[in-house]
């Protein structure tokens, strides 16, 4: 008897949480035929899973390092749009590919830069003029590359060529791609320079950096590490880079050949890599140097912010357009509505029968699926790895950690960068579902920042439950907006406004914040 | 003498192997020469320097606030020291990452213990491998120290008390190979048995490596200590062997309250 108590006491907040959520079921499966019900807690689900996805990166990176990264939905904005175009436009992300590559390669070179000039055996002149010269070259030879190097892309000006029809044509199966843009002047030159410029701006920042940690101390004699992350990193990047301009008709007509359940997983491996890079140079170059600043890096983020949501309105363009679901999970005619598994996977359909209800096999079958995956790897990583014991260590006491010799701002880059890549696959899986517009990153952010407050800021378990009730309660909303619920002894029915549904969520928060200051999961602290 | 796993002082720097103890260079493990210390605006050390030979337990001592937790940090680059130089070992460490330092070899086991409340026993002792297997190797040896901390190795670290706490602290300073432990307040809020298991531990342990430590308990301090170091108001301001500081009423009614 005494042990049950205890327990009790130990998961006490687990237990309110169920019996809330029991509560909650109940009294909504009385309210609406159990189709219904089906359909709403599967779409309950579906946003309770990309609202998890951000919030799980968010989590992690504020519980690790203390920073509130407001620019977390442009990331997965811009994640979406990423994947959007290797799956509509694969000759573009091939035209890509090459320019990109040379820069990520001369960028995670700058560790390596850093190194050699903060060793003792190259004496190079210690003036900081110079490596502000080294920028100026660089960023002087990427202009004059970039300009001339071709890219096959769209023009969101033009209606016939933007990124809404390229989209509603690949929907249709009927995408024809433009002619590809061809060298106006000699290929070579232009690789040179932007090889060029982009290893001058990795040095030129390695330089700024191996300046800044030289000022810190005096002699610093330590064990100064080469950094193989980087080189490895610098060698993939580089390979992609040649590969794509050696090989661009061949690879633009094999992606192009590719069914788009193929291209599908290529857009999300390529989003999800776009985004842990970007992910590692945004913690590198702009927030770390405020690690001693937080208001600073609040305002940072911020920015980058603002300038990632300005960057896709130049590249992609104003209006929203759509993302075509992958073959897979696309297919309509015989045999569909799929009425088993084995129907499902035969006639790959949209749709399949569900307790009499129709369900969408990718929004309310795939989605909740994948989140279900990320929430597990998470848990697996968190629980099962050295990484995942740093990280819980480190959202306790970071100081002790690198106390005990671990370099914790090698681990904070690695947290940013996945959370970062969370939020783009949370971005590319929304794509087809949400569809793409500048907006999507604001809301779901708003979702994900609620989801936490609900469930414990630092709190993983936290993350994934909050973003369950936040689910929950809008789409039950939109649901009840629907068919309306029924006040008990009164002649009236209530059909809450699609204001309500934001605004339920915020409710919701204020009600769990007052029973619990800290979250259903938060710790005191 | 066992051998814990802690390379005895002496052997580093000559791989020819042991070196008898009267060959070996009477050099100190750890000397810091005039460390100035900011901690926002407030300048905390003034001017500190001690050394603290090998192989023995030197202890800080003063009153509270005058800087010793903060010299301990300065050494462990958490607060890196504006001026001065930290010599350890022969190598110039000021200024460098506090995973560098401790990598170099130097244990901290801070003060209120720093235990990882989310991690088990096991798993706070892990994750002070430097090298994989650490913990492993080390396990006998921890175990024995302290054997309270076999029977808990699957609880939470939150789980612990006070006692338990510094002595899986300690114990997550021993999983390295550390030649330096710096170890603040280890008796702090701990009840007289306790403090008297930690302080058998702490110097069996000092056989085979040298501790710094800082301590508010006199009694405890000078029965541990070779050495002291007396901290005031930022400075270090008197210094030598603990024998002659014990019998001293005046120094120690000066510098350290009624004692």
Known sequence: MDRLLQNFRRNRTLLITLAVFAVFFLLAIRGMPAEEWVITLLRS?????????????????????DVLNLAHGTLFMIGAYIGWTVFVRPDTFVDVATPAGLIGMGIALAPLWAYAFGSATLHLPRSRFVPWLGLAAAAAALWWGLARYPITSWDPAVYAESPITYAFAAGQGTLSLPEPELFTSSPYLVL??????SLAAGAALG???????????????????LPHGALIAAGLLLALALGTFFFHGTLTAALFGLNSTALFILAILVAVGVGFGLGALVESALIRPLYARPIYQILMTLGVSAIGIELVRGIWGRPEFTMPKPAIFDGTGEGCPAVSLADLFAHQCSTIELLGSRVRTYNEIFVPLLGLIVLVAIWLLLRRSRLGMVIRAGVQDSEMVEALGINVR?????VFALGVGLAALGGVVAGPSMGLSLGMGERLLINALIALAIGGLTSFPGAAAGSLLVGLIQQFIIKYGQIGITIPFVDYVFKPTPPLVPASTVLLMVIVLLLMPNGLFGRRD | MKNFGIAPPGWFHHPGGAIPKFFEPASEMIELQDIHTHIGQYHILEG????????????????????????LKSIMG??????????????????LRSFDIASMGIGFVPEHRAIFRDLSVEENLKIAERKKGDFARKEAMIFELFPDLKRLIHLPGTNLSGGQQQMLAIARALVPDNRLLLIDEPSEGLAPVI????????RTLSAETTVLLVEQNFLVAS?????????????????GEMADLAGDEATIGRYLGAG
């Open chain 1, 207 to 225: 330089a700024f950096s191996a300046g800044r940690s030289a000022g810190g101390g005096a002699g610093a004699s330590g064990t100064r590490r």
């Open chain 2, 48 to 71: 500190v320097s001690f050394h603290a030979p090998r192989g023995q337990i030197t202890a800080l001592l003063g009153r509270n606030g005058a800087g010793k937790t903060t010299t």
């Open chain 2, 78 to 95: 958490i607060t890196p020291p504006g001026r001065g130089k930290v010599v350890y070992d022969g190598h110039e460490i000021q200024g």
């Open chain 2, 223 to 239: 029965r541990l200590a070779e050495f002291y170091v007396i901290i005031e108001e930022g400075q270090s301001v008197r210094a």
């Open chain 2, 195 to 202: 403090i008297e298991q930690l302080m058998n531990a702490i």
């Open chain 1, 410 to 414: 090698r681990v904070f880059t690695l």
């Open chain 1, 192 to 197: 040179a320079a932007l090889a060029f410029g």
């Open chain 1, 45 to 65: 689900l579906a946003v309770g899973s990309i609202t998890f996805l951000v919030a799980s990166g968010f989590s992690l990176i504020f519980g690790l390092m």
